[in-house]
């Protein structure tokens, strides 16, 4: 599911993140880009993914009537929701970032 995945990016981004830190240290400019890239992807992914997630939450909120689940259900679409916007955001401005120094000439 979206919520799964989401809870399982971050040792993704970790991984890339520090591909993309090796690409910047050795000075390899088609790295860095392929690296931003694929930051650039992600972050598409995960905004599609977001809002697919989203289309469904309203239906979900419909079948719930214990509170006590309702409760827990809140904190997860708020949790989620929040990683909707945070990751993609990060993941954008680390792309932004590789491709501003794959165009600095060494």
Known sequence: T??????????????????LGGAVARGWRAGVRAWSIV?????ALILASGVLYLLNVPEGFQTIHEP???????????KAVGQIVLYPIGLLIMATK???????TR
């Open 98 to 104: 590789g491709l501003k120094f794959s165009k600095v």
């Open 39 to 43: 930051f650039m992807v992600m972050a």
């Open 68 to 78: 006590l689940i309702r409760a827990g259900f809140k904190k997860a679409v708020a």
């Open 2 to 19: 979206v919520a799964s995945t989401l809870d399982n990016l971050p040792v993704t981004v970790l991984g890339f993140g520090l591909l």
